[in-house]
């Protein structure tokens, strides 16, 4: 499993104990997630997790709801703080970095770990442009070359650029649904974060957005560490590397996309991923 | 189901409905006749002078509210500049901070003194204000209705910034921007409209304030040069001149009566607009 033969990134089977995988010091993970609790209250909701999410590549969370996977995902930019009830445990490192250390404001995390949620939500009193680069001007950056470079090459990687090139100016909510989410993707770039978590980013779409979006994903991960939530089983085979199946706050497998839904080595991992539960 | 029962029913039916529409009517009637009253005595004397001038002495005809109405909008202005900072930053703590239990006997707090009448407001001034600075000013009549303003716009502001989505904090926070980066540029910004709409209706209220003026304020029959002075405001000169013995003053206060009814209708109008145009996206 070591050396040589692993690829770009690392995969830790179930199998793999967490003894081993304190020992294993993977240099390509983006987020090295090593027991990680979330409570609500006294509410366990996951539940001593410990994964590697590979550095440029696409992983995906999957599991029935309420499994925890949308906790999940907000803990690894601390949006799950927003909560007060919410307390933590265990340690999350991007690239090397203790997210969770004491010294480390959440606001510098988000901007290295950035969020795009499942309704699109761009800020109804700002144009398309002002949308885009509002992350920037709200952290300092006044120089008008550098937002509107910055609009542009984030509205191209968001693969939007052409249908809004010639309105930049106009409110950013008479975008379409499909637009607005791509909008959103392009706002979460422009402060050019290392990770972007995705939650559910298509469910609220139409078939040819959603279509839209997963290409989008695949482009995205040759610059990006993207993580996305997803109820859609397609959906997260075509889109991920790896896959991560979640149930009742536990991670139950974890492993390459083709594995996990072609050869999963747990019973539940197989019977969500065939349909027959969740 | 009989016949006379079908019958009995539509008798009923009919008799609640005219009894409804007889209460509309009864509703839009005081403010028809107040208007009609106000036009009819007081739209004569509304001339140049009316707006320009001083009051005359006694027993001389003639002369206007010009201080009056000067004094008004210069009130109104410090009140605006005592309340709005103060209730839109209180209405920001009760919508996006505090915790549960403090908001709780926060907003019990601000609807108690929303029900404090006027009158007592104008007490607690004249004794922590006037007496202090050993005379009645425009300071004072402003600090007043300042006062009356905080706990409306307050509990408006946090009304209307509970009403922005969760998702703009979020996705806003999710950019790395900070909370009060947050909540003033993309939460308030959001609101915007809904908390101008509850300035200026709080403004509207306090705009025809004579009781808690009467102490602090005072009325000056002359131009207010300072804000140490007293300073005349249109429903004093109103309650002034009404209470007079003299025919002319009867006619000015019912035209200053006029203007203020206006005033509010035009606060009132702006309102309506506002809300009209509310999240409507400009082309």
């Known amino acids: 499993m070591e050396g040589q033969s692993m690829n770009a990134v690392q995969v830790l089977s179930p199998a793999v104990t967490h003894q081993q995988i304190m020992e294993q010091k993977p240099t390509n993970a983006a987020l090295a997630i090593r027991n990680l609790s979330v409570f609500f209250g006294a509410n366990e909701v996951l539940k001593r997790v410990s994964i590697d999410i590979a550095s440029n590549a696409v992983t995906a969370i999957i599991g029935p709801s309420g499994c925890g996977k949308s906790t999940f995902l907000r803990a690894l930019n601390r949006m799950h703080e927003l909560n007060p009830e919410a307390r933590m445990s265990g340690e999350i490192r991007l690239f090397g970095d203790d997210i969770y250390a004491r010294t480390v404001e959440p606001v510098i995390v988000r901007r290295r770990v950035g969020m795009v949620f499942q309704k699109s939500n761009p800020f109804p009193t700002m144009t398309i442009s002002e949308n885009v680069t509002v992350g920037l001007r709200l952290n300092g950056v006044r120089d008008r070359r550098v937002l509107a470079e910055r609009t542009e090459q984030s509205l191209r990687m968001a693969a939007l650029w052409d249908e809004v090139k010639d309105r930049l100016h106009a409110p950013a909510i008479s975008l379409s649904g499909g637009q607005q989410q791509r909008l959103c993707i392009a706002r979460a770039l422009a402060v050019q974060p290392e990770v972007l978590l995705m939650d559910e980013p298509a469910s609220a779409l139409d078939p040819l957005a959603t279509s839209k979006i997963e290409d989008l994903i695949l482009e995205l991960k040759k610059k990006y560490t993207i993580v996305i939530v997803t109820h859609n089983m397609q959906q997260a085979a075509r889109a991920s590397d790896f896959t991560a199946f979640f149930y009742l706050g536990e991670l139950v497998e974890f492993g390459a996309t083709t594995k996990i839904f072609t050869s999963p080595s747990q019973k539940r991992t197989e019977d969500y991923v065939t349909g027959r539960f969740g | ?283």
């Open chain 2, 1 to 283: 189901m009989t016949a006379s029962n079908h019958r009995q029913r539509q008798i009923r039916n009919a008799l609640t409905q005219a009894i409804a529409c007889a209460c509309a009517v009864l509703v839009i009637m005081p403010l028809v006749l107040v208007f009609y009253h106000l036009v009819r005595l007081g739209f004569t004397s509304m001339n140049l002078a009316f707006f320009t001038q001083l009051p005359r002495a006694v027993g001389e005809t003639g002369g206007g509210m010009g201080n009056a109405i000067v004094g008004t909008f210069i009130l109104l202005a410090e009140a605006v500049v005592i309340g709005v900072p103060i209730g839109v930053l209180g209405g920001v703590f009760l919508s996006e901070y505090g915790s549960q239990s403090v908001n709780w006997w926060i907003r019990f707090g601000a609807d108690i003194l929303n029900g404090v009448p006027s009158i007592v407001w104008g007490l607690v001034v004249y004794v922590l204000v006037v007496v202090p600075m050993h005379g009645f000013s425009a300071l004072a009549g402003g600090i007043v209705l300042g006062l009356i303003m905080i706990p409306l716009v307050m509990r408006t502001t946090e009304e209307v910034l509970r009403l922005v989505p969760g998702g703009y904090r979020e996705a806003a926070l999710a950019l790395g921007i900070s909370k009060w980066r947050t909540i003033l540029q993309i939460v308030v910004r959001t609101a915007l409209k809904g908390i101008v709409t509850g300035v200026l209706l709080a403004l509207a209220r306090v705009a025809g304030e004579t009781a808690p003026l009467l102490f602090t304020a005072f009325g000056n029959r002359y131009w207010a040069h300072k804000l140490t002075e007293p300073i005349a405001a249109l429903p004093l000169q109103i309650f002034n001149y009404a209470v007079s013995p003299y025919d002319d003053w009867h006619r000015q206060a019912w035209a200053g009566a006029l203007v203020l009814l206006l005033l509010v209708l035009f606060i009132n109008m702006s309102v309506r607009f506002l809300t009209r145009e509310r999240w409507r996206a400009k082309a």
